[in-house]
């Protein structure tokens, strides 16, 4: 699986932006989709997750109520929609799949077997 990642860039504080994410690979809907961020000094951090084929979705307590996670597996592509962004959300977004994740795991990035190359989200106040 490749992932692709796109949809960055330099946003003032309280905007918005998309990240989408592509795979290829025939059996995208199989994968737990997640997007991680990263910024320099930092262990990557968790933002969001959806849990394989079930659809559920998950966050970190930060974003919940602004971000969205979102999947077509049609087009085998995850989004992640960000409203109402703040400087602290500043940082390098990865997307990832992980085939084997237990919900208990799912925000351990060690638990996810593929990386997108990371896109740079910059929040200006």
């Known amino acids: 699986v490749q992932l692709q990642a796109c949809g960055g860039g330099l946003v003032q504080a309280g905007g918005s932006l998309r990240l989408s994410c592509v795979a290829s690979?025939?059996?995208?809907?199989?994968?737990?989709m997640a997007w991680f961020r990263q910024v320099p000094g930092k262990e990557r951090e968790f933002v969001a997750a959806n849990f394989r084929s079930y659809g559920s979705t998950y966050y970190r307590d930060s974003v919940k109520g602004r971000f969205t996670i979102s999947r077509d597996n049609a087009k085998n592509t995850v989004l992640l929609q960000m409203n109402s962004l703040k400087p602290e959300d500043t940082a390098v977004y990865y997307c990832a799949a992980g085939l084997r994740l237990i919900l208990s795991s799912i925000s351990d990035p060690r638990g996810y077997d593929y990386w997108g190359q990371g896109t740079q989200v910059t929040v200006s106040s």
């Open positions: 690979g025939r059996t995208f809907s199989t994968y737990t």
